[in-house]
């Protein structure tokens, strides 16, 4: 096969599971041998950026002996990262035991770096619509309603049965002009100026609050910050999906929204106590599946687990090594 395969024991040793056997695609892309990793666990392949939340998951579902499907960081003998994707399924035998675990992966470095610079582009886009919208249709709505304004002032005057439908017109242009403000702040956040992104969730909090008339309470650690404007965008965006799942699915009458530093990743997550994952009220769709891509794009993981309350929690987590400064 093309593809890496790692072949692990049945049963999980204390600190990972134990390899059996490694394919030759193994040995290329990781640069070890065959015989330097057979009979150790997987530890060595780990390093600063590995997510140990994905490990746990993986861990977990070994232990309730279900397929899992994740992706992380993995580390080649050379010390290089790599973003891998892993796919493990238990080899069984014929009284239904599991003997061995089957784990093809993938090197998804440079893909996820196509799809990072992908969605630059198109929120590079947004952004300059974005900007469009807000300064030039919205300064010449704003012109418009100013004109109006002195019409009416000269209608008192000389007409004043028509200062009704001047006035009328005026009301029209500002509700478009508030639209279009709308609009432009929906499609670029950060508006290209420097990252709040703390501020922008604290808002996120509040709006939500005035509208859903649900309490919604931001939380923001110390030192948890974005330098990156795109990534800020994609973290948004996977919050205000997530408060709308839980308005909109979930039927949610409280919803916190974190966002803190976790160690060496970046932790935003949003809990709510609503009817929880899995149910039939809350199957969740597109909109879970284009959170994960929005988080795999930056380099990130997305978990989705209930609550001990029976509610939902939406995890992104992100290796802060990702950011980098990128001009608007």
């Known amino acids: 096969m093309t593809d890496s395969v790692v072949i ?39 390093g600063e950026k590995t997510d140990l939340r994905v490990l746990a998951r993986l861990r977990r579902s070994m232990e309730r002996q279900e397929p899992f499907i994740g992706q992380m960081y993995s580390y080649r003998k050379d010390g290089t990262a790599m973003w891998l994707s892993w796919e493990v399924a238990p080899m069984k035998n014929e009284k239904g035991e599991i003997g061995y675990w089957v784990a093809v992966e993938r090197d998804e470095t440079e893909r996820n770096r196509l799809q990072r610079e992908i969605l630059e582009v198109g929120a590079r886009e947004r952004r300059r619509f974005s900007y469009d919208l807000h300064d030039s249709l919205g300064q010449q709505l704003a012109g418009i309603s100013f004109l109006c304004k002195v019409l009416e002032s000269e209608l008192e005057k000389a007409c004043p049965e028509r200062v009704q439908t001047a006035a009328e017109i005026r009301k029209l242009v500002q509700d478009a002009a508030e639209q279009t403000r709308t609009l432009a702040k929906g499609l670029a956040p ?4 420097p990252v ?46 997530a408060v709308t799942n839980a308005v909109k699915h979930a039927s949610a009458t409280k919803i916190v929204i974190r966002f803190e530093l976790n160690r060496n990743h970046l932790e935003l997550s949003v809990s709510d106590n609503g009817v929880g994952v899995g149910t039939k009220e809350n199957t969740g769709g597109m909109g879970q599946r284009i959170m994960a891509y929005r988080a795999e794009s930056i380099g990130g993981s997305l978990e989705i687990v209930p609550t001990p309350s029976g509610g939902t929690r939406v995890v992104c987590s992100v290796p802060i090594e990702k950011q980098t400064n990128v001009p608007a």
């Not at 640069?31 to 009979?39: A, I, K, Q």
């Not at 950060?190 to 100026?193: A, V």
């Not at 919604?216 to 994609?234: W, Y």
């Open 8 to 46: 692990l024991e049945g049963e999980m040793a204390a600190d990972g599971p134990v390899v059996v056997y490694v394919n030759r695609a193994f040995e290329k892309l990781t640069g070890y041998r065959r015989d330097e990793v057979e009979g150790r666990s997987t530890t060595r392949l780990q």
């Open 190 to 193: 950060m508006h290209g100026e």
């Open 196 to 241: 709040n992104f703390p501020s922008l969730l604290k808002e996120l909090a509040v709006s939500t609050t005035y509208i859903y008339r649900i309490p919604c309470k931001c939380i923001v650690g110390k030192d948890a910050s974005v330098a990156e404007i795109s990534q800020a965008d994609h973290l948004y965006y996977i919050a205000s999906e």
